[in-house]
T-cell receptor, first 112, second 113 residues
Framework: GENVEQHPSTLSVQEGDSAVIKCTYS??????FPWYKQELGKGPQLIID?????GEKKDQRIAVTLNKTAKHFSLHITETQPEDSAVYFC???????????FGTGTSLTVIP | NAGVTQTPKFQVLKTGQSMTLQCAQD?????MSWYRQDPGMGLRLIHY???????DQGEVPNGYNVSRSTTEDFPLRLLSAAPSQTSVYFC????????????FGPGTRLTVL
């Protein structure tokens, strides 16, 4: 099956700085790569996603890039704010079956 | 729409007890799934269903059973709880297909003593 690795596991940035989280995947058949944000005590919520036929996607302060050749994708958050503090998960799907495979999560802390 | 709902929010069991975690969605989604979340392990798929009457195993299915008699409901059964099943459980649903957003419930925190 698919194997998704995510780095770093924890990340602290000053408010206003950028944050980057990286993921790699193993199954070349995967074609959909969502990113989820999980706030304390809540379920994960989709913040941005990218399909395999697109190299980059941006939504205000959040962007995701995908390198199919290298099998890695990244989340970029610019001008970070304290409310960006949360756990972020990357995921991959579209390979074998309809399953989603998640990374192990990155705990982001934005220091005011 | 209530989205994805899960009950209970918290549960404490003794080793060997059985229980059912409930999950329901009102978005007419074909695909439903159960995940467990453990520190440093991310979200791991337990079981999933692509429609009523159809279920399949995920990465970590041992010790859990599921059934899908309706589109709306997808309960997860623990037959004989073990301490290793202490975790936070999330139910999710989506339309079938690769590009569809998964909607997660609020989770059930289960402790097995």
């Amino acid at each position: 099956g698919e194997n998704v690795e995510q780095h770093p596991s924890t990340l602290s940035v000053q408010e206003g700085d950028s944050a980057v989280i990286k993921c790699t995947y193993s199954d070349s058949a995967s074609n959909y790569f969502p990113w989820y944000k999980q706030e304390l005590g809540k379920g994960p919520q989709l913040i941005i996603d990218i399909r395999s036929n697109v190299g980059e996607k941006k939504d205000q302060r959040i962007a995701v890039t995908l390198n199919k050749t290298a099998k890695h994708f990244s989340l970029h958050i610019t001008e970070t704010q304290p409310e960006d503090s949360a756990v972020y998960f990357c995921a991959a799907s579209g390979g074998t079956g309809n399953q989603f495979y998640f990374g192990t999560g990155t705990s982001l802390t934005v220091i005011p | 729409n209530a989205g994805v709902t899960q009950t209970p929010k918290f549960q404490v069991l003794k080793t060997g007890q059985s229980m059912t975690l409930q999950c329901a969605q009102d978005m007419n989604h074909e695909y439903m799934s159960w995940y467990r979340q453990d520190p440093g392990m991310g979200l791991r798929l337990i079981h999933y269903s692509v429609g009523a009457g159809i279920t399949d195993q995920g990465e970590v299915p041992n010790g859990y059973n599921v059934s899908r008699s309706t589109t709306e409901d997808f309960p997860l059964r623990l037959l004989s709880a073990a301490p290793s099943q202490t975790s936070v459980y999330f139910c999710a649903s989506s339309y079938e297909g690769s590009y569809n957003e998964q909607f997660f419930g609020p989770g059930t925190r289960l402790t097995v003593l």
